[in-house]
């Protein structure tokens, strides 16, 4: 069984800062691409950042020069360094990751139980 976990959510003033993050955990041979996520109350999910296993990057239009994605191969774990933070960056944050088990190496992609991030105006 393979688990992700969010944590670092929490209720900050625009301007602010936050890192959230995601920690894989179970019967693990390889992480691929993982992601970053949001849904805000009545939108759809929506990418915020992905990362690639050998660090490759890519943002949403909305958070580029104000979010960094980043992974720790050794932890199984993956970060979001979220600054300027904007009300409309408001969400629930999703980590997401294609995950190769050792007893399943085709892969398949895992979600996180979410994160809150709310940014107070």
């Known amino acids: 069984q393979v688990q992700l976990v969010e944590s670092g959510g929490d209720l900050v003033q625009a301007g602010g800062s936050l890192r959230l993050s995601c920690a894989a955990s179970?019967?693990?041979?390889?992480?691929?691409?993982m992601g970053w996520y949001r849904q805000a109350p009545g939108k759809q999910r929506e990418l915020v950042a992905t990362i690639t296993s050998n660090s490759i990057t890519n943002y949403a239009d909305s958070v580029k020069g104000r979010f960094t994605i980043s992974r720790d191969n050794a932890k199984n774990t993956m970060y979001l360094q979220m600054n300027s933070l904007k009300p409309e960056d408001t969400a629930v944050y999703y980590c997401?990751?294609?995950?190769?088990?050792?007893?399943?190496?085709?892969?398949?992609?895992?979600w996180g139980q979410g994160t809150q991030v709310t940014v107070s105006s």
């Open positions: 179970g019967n693990i041979f390889r992480i691929d691409d």
């Open positions: 997401n990751a294609f995950i190769r088990r050792r007893d399943y190496m085709r892969g398949m992609n895992y």
